[in-house]
């Protein structure tokens, strides 16, 4: 990889004028606020907040400026040369006083965020200024005072107080100019003028996302998270990552008591203080009272029951009934003689581990070490398989790296934004900002995909294409860019190859001929391949839409194909970018956590890479490919016959019992393990399949460091001590390490935490060498590739050449192959699997937030409104959803969004289990399964298991 491309770097013009009576020096278009600030002159102001477009509706920062009968805001008034400013003039001043003192003659006589210090210090950024100025109410003020609105605490997280609000606007920007979500405004005029909440409606009926930037914005607690209404005191604030989505946001925890009590978003280079709801409120989870705080074996006797799986409540279920509790040294012993006993016994690989993209990168690349030095084999895996294997098996291929090229809020940079496959305001929601920013600074956006999200209501154009058709609408398009005459051809030339073999195989995939099969009228996939290929700068970002098909790696070769044709590779704006699905899938992926690759994704097979990790590690490897989940899963049925079958695993903080597709064949295989020894924070449902459980971490309970789906490396901090006897990951890796005959020493604090990163980053020092611990510890994040200590770390990539053997792109046709499973007269219909706004992967961490389960507290099925009208159904009645493998019985939900023929269900609720329907037929190249298309059938009625909050959710459901 390459050095980042500059972008056009002007250097700013300067001027000079008089504040205060002193020639100061001002960047042109700065405000005088601004530069007041630089120079630490304080001009109080409340309407106005760092990274916000500033408003000038407060006048709290005025001053006055010569020549000029009014005075001027300066939060919204531009320097100009030669001006002549008064900011601390008697006049400024006080009329800065006065605007203090009605806006505090409206407050209620007790605040909702003050300072035990000082109790006069109510109303929060208003108090604050008030005290700098020496502002005092008059009685007769606080006898004019309003006429007080009532509370609205109609929603889960946040408490809204009107009679705290003073209009200042910065919650009407948060909502609609920063994360765009269109909900909060300013109705009604003069005395009557009001913040209001869709059409007047209470918070929690409003369309609301509870992204909480609004409460993060707001000044004097008018707008508060529930937890935090009262003291703003806390033991300490302790700056981390949000343990998530792969978008990787830092945040600070606000914690007292050892408990979380709120989050902030940080500055962070991926969110620049933005966060969802998940990260802002599902923070409770971590102190949920059925975390693992102790050992658990199994009972002598008590066998494992895959079908009772099916029927488990998690809020209910006494694991007491099955397994007992135990000290650390014998479950350790237990744990690791087990796995020792089976690898003695049956051969190096009899074993299999599966490792966590939710943990840190130190544990991910320990784990995989584990596996290859101490199983003796390559059979590791995580999740990676289920959600982007496909992706990084096309783009290692086709363009050497199976990062992205592009970071997310490259976007703005961007003419045309392409979203395929992909619902990022659900599942990448910051993300999802910074192109519904870019649209709002005139860029067009066009969202392909089968279902119509909310991020179409920005599109430019939508192509709502069937499912299962990617290939024949992306090779349509890539048709028209060649029979057009729109190919760059100077970039073909230089650093692509295949180019005729592509063009030959696009000659059958007109739009005219690919209309009827994907769905888009052929005029619509001309228009976008059009504008692609003109624009300027165009990036594609997709999502596991794309990925998740026996046809998934196919998928991204036309898309690495459009690209490629069209020169929209290698610069600022334009490039390829899979939205990464769990917060460390990037970097668990990085640090070896997949069967064909050591770390930085060199293969197990290449003699020069496998001599390098046996010297380097110093025992003798395995260079066979392992086997990866699914394959493991089969292999833990085969025949005792089979020397290769997986008798025994080590899992940690994955729930492939709910994870994986067609559940009922995982979960059997589970159960069929000689030996299972599952590592986790809660019990999970594969955990209820183990032989022994360890009781680890959550995330904000330790130090560690993550790779978000940016190439950021980023550094989160512990910020509260683990319950009961729970450990960290990272120790019981190296316990478990250290029983199987592995002499492994990582001094230092968090189980070595620092030594570990040192050793991995030797291990991928052609990607992070220039990112030691010492700097991570600095400046929390930094973008890879970083090859020096002065590197600042590349966020565009492939600038001249792209890291294959012969620097060039290399270009694979695709043929349309349909999917494994197609609907038929038994089953009619296509079941689309995916995630939702409050909810993660399965819902082990997001089903125990309080706020976020509040929200949505029960599995829906969603179907267009059509469909249901033709079956005679009704939002909220029950139905039963049933494949080949398995049936649900589950709420309907409207939604006109899904196309007709199709039931989406999202795979977070252990009560309504996507995956015991789903198909395991495989993607030939990526070996991900085909979580995202197989026939179902419909029917009214059915049983489904009592969900918490029903009563709640059914007003969710219209």
């Known amino acids: 990889m390459n050095a980042p491309a500059k972008l056009n770097e002007v250097t700013p013009q300067t001027l000079e004028f008089t504040l205060d009576g002193k020639k100061v ?7 005088i606020l601004s530069v007041a600030k630089r120079l630490g002159l304080e001009i109080p102001h409340l309407c106005y907040k760092d990274g916000m477009r500033p408003d000038g509706n407060c006048r709290a920062c005025v001053v ?30 006080k009329s800065q006083k006065m605007v203090l003192e009605m806006l505090l003659s409206d407050m209620p006589d ?12 109510q109303h929060g950024e208003l108090s604050q200024w008030a005290d700098h100025m020496r502002v005092k109410v008059r009685p007769e003020l606080k006898a004019l005072r309003r006429e007080q609105p009532a509370p609205d605490v109609s929603h889960p997280a946040m408490a809204v107080n009107l009679d705290a609000c003073i209009q200042c606007n910065r919650c009407v920007r948060a909502c609609r100019e920063e994360q765009v979500n269109d909900v909060i405004g300013y109705a009604l005029r003069g005395s009557h003028s009001e913040i209001v909440f869709d059409l007047a409606d209470p918070m929690g009926d409003s369309t609301c996302v509870a992204c909480g930037e609004c409460v993060q914005a707001c000044p004097t607690g008018a707008l508060m998270p529930k937890t935090r209404i009262g003291s703003q005191v806390v033991d300490k604030k302790v700056d981390s990552v949000c343990p998530f989505c792969g978008v990787g946001c830092l945040l600070t925890y606000n914690v007292k008591d050892n408990k979380i009590i709120s989050v902030d978003g940080r500055d962070g280079p991926a969110n620049h203080k933005r966060l969802c709801v998940k990260g802002r409120f599902g923070f409770d989870y971590a102190h949920n009272p059925q975390r693992l705080t102790q050992p658990l074996i199994r009972k002598a006797g008590v066998p494992k029951d895959p079908e009772a799986l099916n029927e488990l409540n998690r809020d209910t279920a006494d694991w007491s009934a099955v397994f007992r509790e135990a000290t650390w040294e014998e479950a350790l012993e237990l744990a690791a003689g087990g796995l020792s006993r089976l690898r003695d016994t049956h051969g190096k690989k009899a074993l299999a581990g599966f490792g966590s993209a939710k943990g840190s990168n130190e544990e991910a690349y320990l784990f995989q070490k584990l596996v290859r030095t101490g199983f003796g084999s390559n059979n590791v895996d995580h999740c990676t398989r289920l959600c982007h294997a496909s992706s990084v098996a096309a783009l290692l291929e086709g363009v050497g790296s199976g990062a992205v090229s592009n970071q997310v809020n490259d976007v703005e940079h961007s003419d045309l934004i392409v979203v395929i496959g992909s619902n990022p305001t659900a599942n990448h929601p910051v993300a999802a900002t910074w192109m519904k920013n870019a649209v709002k600074a005139g860029k067009k956006l066009v969202l392909a995909d089968p279902r119509i999200t909310d991020i179409g209501r920005h599109a430019w154009r939508t192509m709502q294409f069937k499912p299962d058709t990617d290939v024949a609408m992306l090779n349509a398009m890539i048709y028209t860019v060649i029979e057009e005459g729109l190919v760059d051809q100077n970039f073909i030339k230089k650093r692509a190859n295949n180019f005729e073999q592509l063009k030959a195989n696009v000659k059958g995939y007109s739009p005219e001929a690919m209309e009827p099969i994907c769905g888009i009228p052929a005029a619509t996939l ?3 391949a059009r504008e692609f290929a003109k624009a300027k700068a165009a990036m594609i970002l997709w999502g596991m839409g794309v990925s998740q098909h026996v046809h998934g790696t196919d998928n991204v070769r036309c898309l690495i194909a459009l690209c490629t044709v069209t020169g929209q590779i290698g610069k600022p704006g334009s490039g390829l970018h899979p939205l990464r699905g769990q917060n460390n899938v990037q970097g668990a992926s990085d640090a070896g956590l997949i069967p064909m690759m050591f ?3 060199q293969r197990v097979d290449n003699t020069g890479a496998h001599q390098w990790f046996e010297n380097f590690w110093g025992t003798k490897l395995d260079d066979k490919p392992g086997y990866t989940v699914v394959e493991i899963m089969h292999k833990a049925l085969a025949d005792d016959s089979d020397p290769h079958k997986i008798r025994g695993m080590y899992i940690e903080g994955e729930n492939p019992a709910m994870s994986d597709p067609d559940l009922n064949h995982a979960r059997h295989a589970l159960a069929a393990l000689e030996h299972l020894v599952v590592q986790d ?20 309970e330790k130090t560690g460091t993550v790779s978000n789906t940016d190439r950021m490396v980023q550094l989160g901090k512990q910020a509260v001590t683990p319950p009961g006897e729970a450990k960290p990951d990272l120790w019981i890796i190296q316990q478990i390490a250290r029983r199987m005959g592995l002499a492994w020493n990582y001094p230092g604090e968090h189980a070595g935490v620092a030594a570990v990163y040192e050793e991995m980053r030797q291990a991928m020092h052609a990607a992070i060498a220039g990112i030691t611990w010492e700097r991570l510890e600095r400046e929390s994040s930094v973008t890879y590739p970083c090859l020096s200590a002065d590197d600042p770390g590349q966020p565009t990539v492939f600038i001249d050449s792209f890291p294959t053997a012969d620097g060039r792109v290399r270009l694979v046709p695709a043929d349309i192959i349909p999917a494994n499973e197609r609907p038929d007269a038994q089953y009619p219909f296509v079941l689309i699997t995916g995630r939702q706004l409050e909810h993660w992967h399965t819902g082990s961490m997001t089903r125990r937030s309080g706020v976020l389960d509040a929200i949505e507290p029960m599995a829906t099925a969603s179907m267009c409104g059509a469909d249901m009208a033709e079956m005679g159904l009704q939002p909220g009645d029950v139905v039963t959803v049933a494949s080949r493998r398995g049936q649900v019985a589950i709420h309907l939900r409207r939604d006109d969004g899904t196309p007709r023929g199709a039931v989406f269900i999202p795979f977070a609720y252990y009560e309504a289990a996507a995956n015991l329907i789903t198909n395991a037929a495989l993607d030939p ?11 179902v059938a419909i029917r009214r009625g059915g049983t489904p298991p009592a969900a918490q909050g029903f009563g709640a959710a059914q007003a969710m459901l219209g």
């Open 925 to 935: 190249f990526g070996k991900i399964p085909e979580f995202k298309y197989c026939a």
């Open 599 to 601: 770390p930085n994704y």
């Open 64 to 93: 006055e400026i010569k020549g000029e009968r009014t005075l001027a805001p300066s939060c919204c008034r531009s320097a100009t040369a030669g001006m002549e400013v008064q900011a601390t003039s008697e006049r400024a001043v």
């Open 110 to 121: 007790r605040g909702y965020k003050w300072d035990e210090q000082d109790e006069s210090l």
């Open 526 to 528: 001309r228009e976008v």
């Open 25 to 31: 020096q001002a960047y042109s278009g700065e405000t």
């Open 681 to 700: 924070i809660f019990m999970t449902e594969t955990a209820w399949l183990a032989d022994v459980v360890l009781p680890a971490t959550a995330w904000p």
